[in-house]
């Protein structure tokens, strides 16, 4: 299979571009104001009606390309919890190695936007061109070389038979938030790794970014610590949740998800919605 390290979805560069009259225009002054959360907020809306608008992928590109210190002293910094939004997954690569991602120059490279000028706040990574495996330069950096070879000069590990190379194009990253619905979420399990009950500023702050919209609905939050994780955690959480007296009606209205939480640890999600 061809290029099996670039998901589906992933933004590509070369695709032809549709602009919405005046749109463009408006993200553009926002960003030069440094209302970057306005600006991701406007482009998300146009990424629910369309999720692979290329015009809005690459205007989000460009906010998420802004270095983190020029970030901190804008009008709107950008908050973790609009960063990891799944609709801006297109437009990161990830390292195969070690899971880092970043949004690679290539989405502004050949655009027909004038082939605008950013910041690049990131150290190039490389990619195979055949298979599209990626990695960071950090990792690129501990590769052992060979005589005469440089960190930039290693053939793909997949067999492929060429060498790394940049510009690195989108790969795609895995979700780093949890799915939602229009609905209004009811109940809230948080199953954590480890023998330590997850305490109220953890729950609190991992809701924050990695499942903003539970705050809408204000829903009842329960946190479980698994000290042993089980092979099949949805057939356990089905069991804890049937054990705390949630019906079968209410669980055939759910949305689980698994995600690798800021210090490693597997967390598992359930949220339950109103049925209507
Ligand atoms: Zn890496
Ligand atoms: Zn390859």
Same mark, same amino acid.
């Given at each position: ?24 225009? @408006?993200?553009? /002054? *926002? ?9 991701? &907020? ?9 999720? +692979?608008?290329? &015009?809005?992928? $690459? ?21 973790? +919890?609009?960063? $990891? ?7 990161? +690569?990830?390292?195969?190695? !070690? ?6 120059? =290539?989405?502004? *490279?050949?655009?027909? $936007? ?14 195979? %061109? ?5 990695? !960071?330069?950090? !990792? ?15 053939? !793909? ?53 990695? =499942? %903003? ?27 804890? *949740? ?6 079968? /009606?209410?669980?055939? #209205?759910? &949305? ?6 800021? #210090?490693?640890? @597997? ?10």
């Amino acid at each position: 299979m061809r290029r099996r390290f670039i998901m589906p979805d992933a933004f590509d560069p070369d695709r032809e571009v549709i602009p919405t009259p005046g749109f463009g225009r @408006k993200i553009e /002054e *926002l960003q030069r104001a440094g209302r970057y959360r306005t600006a991701i &907020e406007d482009i998300l809306r146009i990424l629910d009606r369309d999720p +692979a608008n290329q &015009e809005a992928l $690459f205007l989000a590109a460009n906010i998420l390309s802004i270095p983190r210190t020029q970030q901190l002293t804008a009008a709107e910094p950008l908050t973790d +919890a609009l960063t $990891f939004d799944r609709r801006l997954n297109p437009v990161w +690569a990830v390292c195969q190695q !070690c899971e880092r991602s970043w949004v690679p120059n =290539s989405v502004h *490279l050949g655009s027909i $936007f004038g082939g605008a000028q950013l910041h690049i706040m990131n150290p190039i990574g490389q990619q195979c %061109p055949t298979c599209g495996y990626t990695l !960071c330069h950090e !990792c690129l950096k501990q590769i052992p070389l060979g005589l005469g070879m440089s960190i930039y000069s290693h053939p !793909c590990p997949q067999g492929c038979g060429v060498d790394l190379t940049a510009p690195v194009h989108p790969t795609g990253r895995r979700n780093l938030q949890f799915s939602r619905r229009p609905q209004r979420v009811t109940h809230v399990f948080i199953f954590r790794e480890g023998p330590i009950q997850p305490d109220t500023p953890y729950i609190q702050a991992f809701l924050e970014t990695r =499942s %903003p919209d539970v705050f809408e609905s204000r829903p009842k939050i329960f946190a479980v610590p698994v000290g042993q994780w089980p092979d099949d955690v949805d057939f356990y959480a089905i069991a804890f *949740l049937l054990e705390k007296g949630v019906t079968k /009606e209410m669980i055939e #209205n759910w &949305e689980t998800g698994t995600i690798i939480d800021d #210090n490693g640890t @597997k967390v598992h999600v359930v949220k339950l919605y109103a049925s209507r």
